[in-house]
Structure formats: structure tokens, C-alpha cells
């Protein structure tokens, strides 16, 4: 049901008498026809009568609309009531609650995060073999790729080891100081997933690059990993189904960028440095640790 509010109603009865009065008014004009004359002059006084009643209940009407809410006083406001706080002095040290409450300590804040221990040592060439979706070093390989190894050391004597959770490894692969391609989740040699954990006195290679025609090519190949949690080994007596990893060309680069980043904070950043000289051979060395 639509409700009417006072304004609403007072407009509804002036629409219906202004359309009223009009219709009054063109019949008053029109009444020289002769049908019409003929049976509607008996009727028009009452017509005037009902167009006035209307004009009438649109004036009330409008009135109580436009009639003010009275004014209803707010409550007396009382002034606040001074209380006088004098400090007591309590020289007998026993056990304050109130002290208590104040002397309480702020929880500690999270600690810095330990610098990380790994070690990227020095890009070889390896050659690979696909393995459970990834790739495995061995001899004879399938195709030639470049490898920088990681190293998380052993903890000293008296420390404890730093194990690196999820550890995912991202490449940035740069020439003439331009980006040129991107690896966002490297392969893990020997693991099938982009995610690992890192136990001290554990190595792990990072796939830089592929070279199925060997160095002579004018393109590296890439190899992204979308593959998050690692392939287990088979059962005895089942085969184990996985696709060959895929791989991308592009232009050679002269520098690689290797992000290792754990739990979304970056634990090991290093360049590498691409030369290639006459024999169309590479040269890879490490540009020094950024962080």
C-alpha cells in the first residue's frame, strides 16, 4: 500500500480540480451546440458547485500541509559537576592495581626478519634431462642449459640453521639496460614444483637457460614452471605421467637478475653477467649480491 503525505494529497486535489474546472469551462464555452445544449445546461450549476468544493478542499488541504510542527523545547542541559581529584601519595610499596594497569608493556613488535645465509655460487652449463615435469642434471643429457647453483649453508657451531620455506625463484633477463624477458617462477633442478624448502647444508640449481641447438643458436630459450607442489615419486609398479617442461626463445641477454623470494619477502637477489665471445661461446660470471 503507498502511503500519502500531507503535501501529496493537497497536489492531488489541486490536479483534479484545475482538471475540473477546465473540462467545466470548455463545456460552458461549447454550449451553443445543440446536444449539448440540450442536456447538459440542467446540470451546470452543479458542476460550478463541485469545481468550487474542490478549489475549497485544495485551500484546507494546503493549509495543514504548510501548517508548521510545534516547536518542542529540548530538555534543560545541567552544568557538569566539578569534582576535585586531589593526588594521594601512598608511601607503603605493596601491591598497586593501579599501578599495575599503568606498568603494563606494550606486546612486542615482530622482529626484523634474520638476514639470509644463501649462497649463489657461479653459473654452469649442465646438461638436462626432463624429470617427473622438471628437469634433472645428467650425463648424457637432452639438451644443454644454464644452471646457477643456491647453497644454504650448515649453521655454525653453537647457531641454528635457517631453513628457507617456499622458497620460489623469479628471473629478470635485461640488455642495454632494457627488460627483455621475464621468468616469474623458475624451474628447481631435480624438483617438479616452483616452491621448495631450503634445509641448511642444501643445493639446488635454477634453470637461467635452455640451448636445445647448442650456443650457437642466436636465441636463448626460458623455461617457465607453473607447476606450484612437486610430483612424488610413483608407487612400485605404476607409471608416472607428466609433460615435457616447455620453453620460450628470446634475444640473448647481458644480464640476469634472480630474485629468491620466501613467505613474499625477497631473501637473495644477484646478477649475472653475460659475455659471449668469438668461439660463440658464453661466459657467465656473478655481478655481486644485492641484497
Known amino acids: 500500500m503507498i502511503g500519502v503525505t500531507k503535501g501529496s494529497f493537497a497536489i492531488l486535489i489541486a490536479a483534479v480540480a484545475s482538471a ?9 464555452i461549447l454550449v451553443d451546440d445543440g446536444w ?70 606494550e606486546p612486542p613488535s615482530d622482529p626484523e626478519p634474520t638476514r639470509s645465509t644463501l649462497q649463489v655460487l657461479k653459473p654452469v652449463f649442465e646438461q638436462l634431462c626432463p624429470f617427473r615435469g622438471g628437469w634433472h642434471a645428467a650425463r648424457p643429457g637432452e639438451v644443454l642449459g644454464a644452471v646457477a647453483w643456491v647453497h644454504n649453508p650448515t649453521a655454525e657451531e653453537g647457531e641454528i640453521g635457517t631453513l628457507i620455506r617456499d622458497a620460489r625463484a623469479s628471473l629478470a633477463y635485461r640488455k642495454e639496460g632494457h627488460l627483455v624477458f621475464t621468468i616469474e617462477t623458475a624451474y628447481w633442478l631435480e624438483e617438479s614444483g616452483y616452491e621448495i624448502d631450503l634445509k641448511p647444508g642444501m643445493t639446488r640449481g635454477i634453470v637461467l ?83
Open 209 to 291: 637457460a635452455l640451448f636445445p641447438a647448442g650456443t650457437s643458436s642466436p636465441f636463448w630459450f626460458g623455461s617457465q614452471n607453473h607447476r606450484r607442489d612437486r610430483i612424488a615419486a610413483p608407487r612400485p609398479g605404476r607409471m608416472l605421467v607428466a609433460s615435457s617442461p616447455q620453453y620460450v626463445n628470446f634475444v640473448i641477454p647481458e644480464e640476469i637478475e634472480i630474485s629468491i623470494v620466501s613467505k613474499q619477502r625477497t631473501v637473495r637477489k644477484v646478477t649475472i653477467i653475460v659475455k659471449r665471445d668469438d668461439r660463440l661461446s658464453y661466459e657467465l660470471s656473478l655481478g655481486g649480491n644485492e641484497i
Open 36 to 105: 449539448i445544449r440540450a442536456h447538459l445546461p440542467p446540470y451546470m450549476p452543479y458542476l460550478y458547485v463541485l469545481c468550487a468544493l474542490l478549489w475549497v478542499w485544495w485551500g484546507i488541504s494546503y493549509f495543514f500541509a504548510r501548517r508548521k510542527e510545534p516547536i518542542v523545547s529540548a530538555p534543560a542541559v545541567h552544568a557538569p559537576i566539578h569534582v576535585e581529584v586531589k593526588p594521594v601519595f601512598n608511601n607503603n610499596p605493596t601491591f598497586s592495581p593501579v599501578q599495575t594497569n599503568q606498568q603494563i608493556a
Open 20 to 28: 475540473m474546472s477546465s473540462a467545466v469551462f470548455q463545456i460552458a
